[in-house]
Antibody
Framework: EVQLLESGGGLVQPGGSLRLSCAAS????????MSWVRQAPGKGLEWVSA????????YYADSVKGRFTISRDNSKNTLYLQMNSLRAEDTAVYYC?????????????????WGQGTLVTVSS | QSVLTQPPSASGTPGQRVTISCSGS????????VYWYQQLPGTAPKLLIY???QRPSGVPDRFSGSKSGTSASLAISGLRSEDEADYYC???????????FGGGTKLTVL
């Protein structure tokens, strides 16, 4: 059974940093691209970042480029999101999500499994 | 403001057929696959349709997707109370080099 378990959320002051983790199990982690998707309170979904199975390719939404870094440790089956220079508008539930295809094609990014999400609140 | 445009709300009565539209452009829907997600209140999104019109196993055939040019649609037939949820379309955008989600459509079953 595929499981994605996020952790690391919490309250942080504007300008601060936070590192999210997503522990994956139930599938060959290194074979699939992974993404982070966020949802501000009462708002819609916003894709944040994606990383290929090998970790060699990364993509970011313009809203987080230069501030967030996605990475993965395939030996630990874990996905990460390092978030720096946090702003109030980064407040959201952050989901990690698994790409549905083992054939890596960033333009066909689709998510068949999602974690339960971890809440990040940026406030003084 | 999302580049993929969805109506903010839709509604129908049990048994009815409803459609939700998703309008984009040549750089996203016009050249890439469309995906649809269902999000029940308080839960993580669930994949409903992938690659324009494919249903994952376990998704009822009451749900169907289609795409034409720079627009896509999700159709739900035989509407049921448990279909009441938020629905999002998504597609990769070649100009932005990023994944776009529509603003979401809240479906109410009257």
């Amino acid at each position: 059974e595929v499981q994605l378990l996020e952790s690391g959320g919490g309250l942080v002051q504007p300008g601060g940093s936070l590192r999210l983790s997503c522990a994956a199990s139930g599938f060959t982690f290194s074979s699939y691209a992974m993404s982070w998707v966020r949802q501000a309170p009462g708002k819609g979904l916003e894709w944040v970042s994606a990383i290929s199975g090998s970790g060699g390719s990364t993509y970011y939404a313009d809203s987080v480029k230069g501030r967030f870094t996605i990475s993965r440790d395939n030996s630990k089956n874990t996905l990460y999101l390092q978030m720096n220079s946090l702003r109030a508008e980064d407040t959201a539930v952050y989901y990690c999500a698994k790409d549905l295809s083992m054939v890596y094609a960033i333009r066909s990014l689709g998510f068949d499994y999602w974690g339960q999400g971890t809440l990040v609140t940026v406030s003084s | 403001q999302s580049v993929l445009t969805q109506p903010p709300s839709a509604s129908g009565t049990p048994g009815q057929r409803v459609t939700i539209s998703c309008s984009g452009s040549s750089s996203n829907i016009g050249s890439n696959y469309v995906y649809w997600y269902q999000q029940l209140p308080g839960t993580a999104p669930k994949l409903l349709i992938y690659r324009n019109n494919q249903r994952p196993s376990g998704v009822p055939d009451r749900f169907s997707g289609s795409k034409s040019g720079t627009s896509a649609s999700l159709a739900i037939s035989g509407l049921r109370s448990e279909d009441e949820a938020d629905y999002y379309c998504a597609a990769w955008d070649d100009s932005l080099s990023g994944l776009l989600f529509g603003g979401g459509t809240k479906l109410t079953v009257l």
